[in-house]
């Protein structure tokens, strides 16, 4: 094989590898490298990928959202729909916890009360949309209850990290402590928790599906880049994730490795708040995305890792549609400024933008760092391109925890901000309903269009797959049109395995990272 050497990290890693030998990880042990620790392994509390990687092979849900964007049995074996409001489903019988307490309607209830329940409701809660509720029917019978229909009830079920289903017994033991100690019926079940250094697995001897080969997993913790890649090269991990993208083609290239890439189901965007001025005013809206240059982003930034985005949905979800947002949101700075100065903000004799006053244009971004993939260079970037033009930027960085909680509180400050979205259910009501409703929790832009909350609510309540795909077009072509996102890529996973690991099966949403299938030849 022949390398072109560039100084690239994975070149010096190469060297060293060379140098040192590589070791091979043990047989009977899954070593997963990954940049961030969990913060809690209780699908009812924690809901981002360091998380659902993990737990994700812990608990197991009613219905699965497989590889090819289908529902299929999970826990449950079947099901039919009673009414509008009602559906039942018939479930598998003899499953286990992972404590022995015995897996039945009993439990679906529980862990919808619990997820429910008003006084301390899951975090992810509000995306279940009208779910009040199971009914048990027999003990392995339980109809799951709407208030009102509801058109993805299936794919809103397959949200582990929404309704995973927890044992009672355990929940019950552990208390506030039961995600340090989780207990579910899937394929692994939890052994050790170092923060900040691993998370270990074994298989469940008593699982009811086909008993995995590999003995254990560990998800092992690796912040910096660097170490992360040197630690895969010398064979002391055998799965990556999170490859740095300047190294994907020479890993390509090697057979050493086995790269799995799949289109993603995540948009990762600028987003503009309607509420806090200027960017209430539609020209500025127009103004900055027309000064944000999406395609060298891509291409300098992400390098090309990911696929610049055509829109609020990733292309492979149901719904998605084709929009104008390309063509409307075209990188021309010339038509940026022309906006910007129907705003009443012209270019003073230092380039800077100011109003009529000489006050000059503000914009507080907002930007996170350690979430989505080159995140941080992504906001760096966009602001300078800003600046270029004459927009003053107030920069704020957050590592990702603290971005979080910011983003969520009342009142906030930000003109623009950086996020990513995936819509984990393959269905567009989790990416759009959750976005772009008004007064929904995660509508971060506070974005209020009553037309295109008309039609996301006639799209969540219609049975009927076609009418529901009109209904999506209309909103996103709206959604588009008033400027709420600026989209700039759109994921594809990415998981790096040895040569000598068989079996995994790569899935588009990022967090479904399953093991079960997995060998180590």
Known sequence: MRWSFRPTVLALVLVLVALLGVTMAQDDRLVIVRPSDAISLDPQRATTAPEVWVYNNIYETLVVLDENMEIQPGLATSWERID??????????????????????????????????????????????????????????????????????????????????????????????????????????????????????????????????IQEVEFRVVPEE??????????????????????????????????????????????????????????????????????????FVVEDAMEPAKGVLATGVFGYAETDVVERYAYDPERALELFAEAGYEQNAQGQLVDANGEPLRLVQW????????????????????????????????EWGAYLSALALEEVDYNMFTMGWVTVTGDADFGLYTNFHQGFGTNRAHYANPEVDALLNEARVNLDPEARLAAYAAAQQQIVEDVVWVPIYQTRETVVVQDWVEGYVPHPAEYYVRLATVTKQ
Do not use: C
Request: hydrophobic fraction near 40%; avoid cysteine.
């Open 84 to 213: 509008e409001e009602r559906m039942r489903f018939y479930l598998k019988e003899g499953v286990t916890f992972h404590d022995g307490t015995p897996f039945n309607a009993d439990a679906v209830k529980f862990t919808l009360e619990r997820v429910l329940n008003p006084e301390s409701p899951a975090r992810g809660a509000s995306w279940l949309g009208p779910i009040v509720g199971a009914e048990v029917v027999d003990d392995y019978t339980v109809d799951i209850v709407t208030d009102g229909p509801l058109g993805p009830l299936l794919n809103h079920l397959s949200m582990v990290f929404v309704v995973g289903i927890v044992s009672p017994t355990a929940v019950e033991q552990y208390g506030d402590e039961f995600g340090r100690n989780p207990v579910g019926t899937g394929p692994f079940k939890f052994v050790e928790w170092q923060t900040n250094e691993y998370i270990l697995l074994e298989r469940n001897e008593a699982f009811h599906g086909d008993v995995p080969e």
């Open 226 to 299: 660097g170490a992360r890649m040197l630690s895969f090269i010398r064979g002391d991990a055998d799965m990556l994730l999170r490859a740095a993208p300047a190294e994907l083609p020479m890993i390509r290239e090697d057979p050493s490795y086995k790269v799995y890439d799949t289109p993603g189901l995540r948009i990762v965007y600028i987003g503009l708040n309607f509420t806090q001025e200027p960017t209430g005013d539609p020209r500025i809206r127009q103004a900055i995305a027309h000064a944000i240059d999406v395609d060298s982003i891509n291409a």
């Open 367 to 398: 930007a996170s760092v350690g979430r989505d993939l080159k995140d941080k260079e992504v906001s760096e970037t966009v602001a300078a391109q800003l600046r270029e033009i004459g927009v003053t930027i107030d920069y704020v960085q957050r």
